[in-house]
């Protein structure tokens, strides 16, 4: 069976504050008494009471529209048919919602619907799930009078431009849904109704289709269109599911609840949970549709062993590979000590298998050499924030922004990383709050359709922290504090010291506008607007932890929110955006060298003790090595041996050649990945890997919230790989054991005192819970520090300005940052193997017209990019989004390596790579020194988009002429050695690019 929700009509009426007592209203609904909130629509009021009203343009994600005349009700004392979706509750009403005059009246306009649309029920794709055959029983009709022969829709062709869905226009009945889901739900506005009366239709942008449109293929028209003009390709192509499991995307630290919905072991489709806590039903492309990579044929599913890492990989069973493991980890410990190895673990795995990792390593390998990709994305968010407040973690939950008056986002670029959060972040922003964008590009949240930044604070790259200060300086000079908030709440001596050095004049924004570039005057008002305007949040990403003072900034932020009292409640706080699905949780789990789970230092007696004591191992009590420390060991002959669980950091840590140098100078490089990565291809051992439609467990997202990720699948490689830790954990001679992965949440919860009331029983119970979950907050803890801090009095720390090493010079004088696409994610192992390479096929280097044309740099051409550590190539996009000085990229494709060039700078607290400031040059062409690009993936890429477009083109225009012209340049396309990429490509039915480029083809073929 699968898994209905049932749909109310209408959104349920918000209060002014989360926990506002809205009045209630007593009304009676054919004789049943109800009490509803007021604001509630009769049809919910109904639905509540289990009377579900027919309709068609209403549904409870949207509000109502009132257009399909379908839910009309009939009241006491009222003339006239009120359409029931659109009324409002009244107090002492008589509502009557089926009468023979109600039943005609519905009968007739859905008697109208049906004359104009295709009979083919039966072989229809949403057969047994459209909302118009379920209305036309609904309201009994049999017979349509007017026939079907008149002037009708039936003829509008499909366009099947997007690769996910497909728009059959001659099934639309014009509800609106789609479009108000764009709207209002998504914020893109990419849909319209033109045309009117009968000739009304929805369309997608001006082009008229919808990938050239500026739909972002979020899937929320899909979702809510009640027939089956918007549908899924795989419910088209497999008919409709069979079952459901409730389960977590593991792409982005929003961490949308999924519904998985089967047919026996393949999925059909996922759809966003609407009672998900993190998106409440909505969702992004990535959690949408971009699953495919979970069966891609480049998945390995045999564990593999070689001696060396020239020889040939050799398929063995589990058995062997595990005793290989353990016998070269033994054979290294042996030889260069105890330390000698260590691990690291994966925010893009479950808490179960990132804490069953790090147990291994501070057991069987009896060290603390353990650390967490977090190090390299969100360390400094735990330091700072813990350093604070008391706890390494955000202090909101997403739903707060809908409380939120003003809203300061540095350092992050929500509608392409975490997209589901921007989409509610836009609907506030569309209801008046006020938003102030500090960042070096020109993220899309500074202007978009209905929403635009007050303030644009454009600063140079590494300058976050003379911003922050200049910030604080008018707040606290200008007498914008909240001393109230600041005496009751904070450390007084401290914030004294703090006070003293941002009213220093070398904090004021006139100073710092030299190192920031931005006028001092936006500088204040932007402060001024954030101290006064109401309820301010502050909602950051990497472009603030990824910097040499990454951790500075942190606690800069948290500085500014305490100074303005803008903590503990609705609407404010201090929120990372997290990168990964378990950024979060990986932390949370003791992934770091100095914590155990809970963040916990090791030092500590009696915390050591009570693990000691569970595990039967000693612990040792000094920090272990950090990955930037693990990779120098390697580098000087004293680190030999690694476990890397799902982590590529040959490609994902900066400079990358000297992290493959010390990986390649390891004797022992055990890898636990779905797909053999740049980092397994310098690995001894590969242990095949789930995918999280094969995992059992949970992620913790940005809010803290834990989700249960329920598998729709069993392991298709035959082992959980938690399994395949104790198995290795067994064999190096320490036994570990669990029965299942709800045992292993058991000893996190009976091991750490925030997860204290978390089980997989109480998660089926509740579906999410916000930690601290424990004895105190037995229902989780939704927003943090609400009377006092976690560490009692919120500490306040001087943030001096330390410009970072990495500068602009005559050799190097453009800063290069970095950042994500929404189609993409992180080095793309997952996206490149789905049809979102259709968006984005390359990474771009985005430079400013007048630093392009000072090189001679043309759109669309290559450039060589070189920093003092590497150089590579890269296709320029010249734009203004970044300011002269600047250039920008994406880093999801392995051959552009633009992690070539960035260096090991790091923030001075935790070592997290300053990724964010790279000085470069850029020269048009390609240098000798640069990597190679004769790569199949790059000429593969490009063959995609010029098949993709060549299709499009033809659809739009499928005249004799159009076909002609464009089969002349598709000859010339023909002539090039790329037909041997697709020859190749095609043979091997290796990547899911390949299917695009077939169906690409394919449409020519139809066209032609
Ligand atoms: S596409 Fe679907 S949701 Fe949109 S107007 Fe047509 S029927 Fe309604
Ligand atoms: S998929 Fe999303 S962005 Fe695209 S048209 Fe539908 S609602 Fe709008
Ligand atoms: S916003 Fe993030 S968690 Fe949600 S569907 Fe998109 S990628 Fe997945
Ligand atoms: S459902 Fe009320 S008018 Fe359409």
Redesign the pocket.
């Known amino acids: 069976m699968t898994l209905i929700e049932r749909d109310l009509g209408t959104p349920a009426p918000r209060g002014a504050s989360r926990d506002a007592q809205l009045t209630q209203v007593e009304l009676e609904i054919d004789g049943q008494p109800v009490r509803v909130a007021e604001g509630t629509s009769v ?1 919910r009021a109904a639905a509540l009471v289990g009377v579900d009203i027919p ?4 549904t409870d994600r949207l509000d ?8 009309l009700v009939e009241i006491d004392g009222r003339k006239g048919t009120p ?4 009324t409002p509750v009244a107090p002492g009403m008589k509502v009557t919602t089926q009468s023979n005059k109600l039943e005609r009246l519905r009968r007739g306009v859905m008697e109208l619907y049906i004359s104009d649309h295709p009979l083919d029920c039966l072989t229809c794709a949403a057969n047994g799930d459209c909302e118009l055959q379920d209305m036309a029983g609904a309201v009994g009709l049999r017979e349509v009078r007017y026939g079907y022969e008149g002037e009708n829709h039936l003829h509008l062709e499909k366009d099947t431009s997007n690769p996910y869905f497909t728009f059959d226009t001659s099934k639309c009945i014009v509800c609106s849904r789609c479009v108000r889901a764009c709207e209002e739900v998504q914020g893109t506005f990419a849909l319209t109704i033109e045309g009117r009366g009968f000739n009304s239709r929805v369309a997608a942008g001006f082009k008229g289709n919808f990938f050239d449109s500026p739909c972002v293929s979020c899937g929320a028209c899909v979702q809510v269109c009640p027939t089956a003009t918007l549908t899924e390709n795989t419910v088209i192509e497999l008919g409709q599911p069979r079952r459901t499991v409730l389960t977590t995307c593991a792409y982005c630290g929003v961490g949308c609840s999924f519904k998985a919905e089967m047919q026996g072991e393949q999925v059909v489709r996922m759809v966003p949970h609407k009672d998900g806590g993190a998106n409440e039903g909505h969702s992004c492309v990535k959690g949408r549709f971009a699953w495919g990579y979970a069966s891609h044929p480049d998945r390995q599913l045999e564990p593999m062993v070689r001696e060396s890492i020239e020889d040939e990989w050799k398929k063995v069973s589990w058995e062997e590979a595990i005793a290989f493991a353990a016998t070269k980890l033994k054979a290294v410990q042996a030889k260069y000590g105890q330390n000698s190895i260590g691990g690291i673990t994966s925010s893009r795995c479950t808490n179960e298998e990132v804490f069953a990792v790090q147990k291994m390593v501070r057991t069987a390998f009896g060290n603390n050499n353990v650390d967490t990709c977090a190090r390299v994305c969100h360390s400094p968010t735990g330091f700072g924030l813990k350093n604070a407040f008391g706890t390494s973690a955000g202090t909101q939950d997403f739903k707060s922004v809908e409380y939120a008056d003003v809203i300061l986002l540095i350092g992050a670029n929500p509608t392409d990383a975490h997209p589901v959060f921007a989409s509610r972040m836009k609907k506030r922003l569309r209801e008046g709050a006020k938003l102030i964008v500090a960042d070096p590009r020109q993220i899309d949240l500074v202007r978009t359709p209905h929403v635009e930044a007050s303030h644009f604070l454009q600063l140079r790259p590494g300058t976050n922290v003379a911003l922050i200060n200049s910030m604080a300086h008018v707040i606290v000079s200008e007498g914008l504090v909240d001393e109230e908030f600041v005496k009751e709440r904070c450390e007084p001596v401290d914030y004294t010291l703090w006070r003293e050095f941002v009213t220093r004049q070398e904090n004021s924004p006139e100073a710092m506008e030299a190192h920031t570039g931005v006028p001092a005057a936006e500088v204040r008002a932007a402060a001024r607007l954030y101290a006064t305007g109401g309820n301010a949040a502050i909602y950051y990403g990497l472009g603030v932890t990824e910097h040499s003072q990454g951790s500075t900034m942190v606690m800069g932020m948290a500085n500014l929110a305490m100074a303005t009292g803008n903590l503990g409640r609705d609407g404010v706080g201090v929120n990372p955006l997290r990168g990964q699905n378990n950024v979060q949780g990986s932390c949370d789990m003791g992934s770091f060298p100095h914590e155990l789970s809970g963040y916990r230092h090791v030092s500590d007696d009696a915390t050591r003790e009570m693990f000691q004591e569970l595990w039967g191992a000693t612990i040792q009590a000094e920090p272990g090595l950090r990955i930037p420390n693990m990779l120098d060991g390697a580098i000087d002959g004293k680190f030999k041996g690694i476990f890397v669980q799902g982590e590529d950091i040959a490609q994902s840590d900066p400079n990358t050649v000297h992290v493959q140098a010390a990986l390649r100078s390891m004797e022992c490089v055990i890898v636990q990945d779905l797909f053999i990565n740049e980092t397994a291809k310098l690995a001894h051992v590969f242990l095949p890997g789930t995918s999280f439609l094969e995992k059992d467990g949970t992620f913790t997202n940005a809010e803290r919230r834990i989700n249960r990720v329920r598998p729709a699948m069993r392991p298709q490689q035959g082992k959980h790989e938690w399994e395949a830790v104790c198995d290795l954990a067994n064999a190096l001679g320490h036994p570990m054991r669990w029965n299942s992965s709800a045992e292993i949440m058991d000893e996190i919860a009976r091991l750490t005192p925030t997860f204290a009331g978390v089980s997989f029983k109480y998660l089926d119970e509740v579906g999410s819970v916000q930690w601290p979950c424990n004895e105190q907050n037995p229902t989780g803890t939704p927003i943090m520090h609400k009377d006092r801090f976690v560490r009692g009095l919120g500490k306040f720390t001087p943030t001096p300005y330390v410009p970072t090493e990495e500068k602009s010079t005559r050799k190097f004088p453009l800063l290069l940052t970095t950042g994500r696409i929404l189609s993409q994610y992180n080095v793309g192992a997952q996206t490149r193997r789905t049809k979102n390479v259709e968006w984005h096929h390359e990474d771009l280097l985005e430079i400013h017209p007048s630093d392009a044309e000072e090189r001679g740099v043309r759109d669309g051409e290559e450039v060589t990019i070189a920093s003092r550590v590497g150089s590579t190539v890269l296709r320029a996009k010249v734009t203004e989004r970044v300011a002269p000085g600047v250039v920008y990229t994406t880093f999801h494709y392995p051959v552009s390596g633009a992690n070539v060039v960035t260096t090991e700078n790091s923030d001075w607290a935790t070592n997290c790579p300053e990724y964010k400031v790279t000085a470069v040059q850029v020269s048009p062409g390609r240098t000798a020194a640069t990597v190679e690009l004769d790569h199949p993936e790059h000429r593969l890429g490009a063959l995609v988009r010029m098949a993709n477009q060549i299709a499009r083109q033809w659809s739009a225009d499928p005249t004799a002429d159009a076909i002609a012209s464009t089969a002349k340049h598709l000859e010339t396309f023909w002539e090039h050695d790329m037909r041997v990429d697709l020859a190749r490509a095609i043979e091997s039915g290796s990547v899911t690019v390949d299917e695009i480029v077939v169906q690409a083809m394919q449409r020519l073929t139809v066209h032609a």
């Open positions: 049809m309709k068609l343009c209403a109502a529209f009132g257009s399909c005349r379908m839910c359409a029931s979706c659109t």
